[in-house]
DNA sequence: TAGGCCATCTGGTCCT
DNA sequence: AGGACCAGATGGCCTA
């Protein structure tokens, strides 16, 4: 990536900078108004992780090797109900999924060049691109 | 087929 | 008490 281009990108998004600056404020209303639907679409994708009483029975053995401190413990005994739980996990997949959102318009935002092989940039080459790419514009403004 | 990436579920923890 | 955030676990999909 030439210094020219960052130049032309650097105007070009200070040109855009006004219009795009509410986006993500604006993003995160149409994120609250998102349909339910939407939301469902993909409810039980995994059928073993599907709610259910028996399911509920099963995860009580706590298979995992995870930490338990004893505030933890105590707590683990008066366990969330069901409907609680789930109105946690949807809430839990809407957050990641507007977390999904962000990081797909943060992905516009960088140039074509770093996505030489033309597939998509993963999650983390965007965040890692970004930082770099910011510090690129930083270092062009200083000079400026 | 192994490994990378992703979406989702879940329990723990912190905050209001 | 309930919501937000986080990290671990899991399974599906895709590609080399």
Not at 30 to 53: G, V
């Amino acid at each position: 990536i030439s210094n020219m281009d960052l130049e032309d990108v650097t105007a070009k998004l200070l040109s855009e900078w006004k219009s795009h600056e509410s986006a993500f404020g604006e993003n995160l209303e149409s994120l609250q108004s998102s349909s339910p639907e939407s939301a469902m679409d993909s409810m039980c994708s995994s059928p073993e992780m599907c709610y259910s009483s028996d399911n509920q029975e099963i995860q009580d053995f706590g298979f995992s090797g995870r930490k338990v401190t004893p505030a933890a413990q105590k707590q683990s005994k008066t366990k969330m109900s069901t409907k609680r739980r789930m109105k946690a996990s949807e809430r839990e997949k809407m957050r990641m999924r507007s977390l999904a959102k962000a990081l797909h318009q943060l992905r516009d935002y960088l140039p074509p060049d770093y996505s030489k092989t033309g597939q998509p940039l993963t999650k983390i080459q965007t965040l890692k691109y970004t930082i770099e790419y910011i510090n690129k514009l930083s270092d062009i403004l200083s000079r400026a």
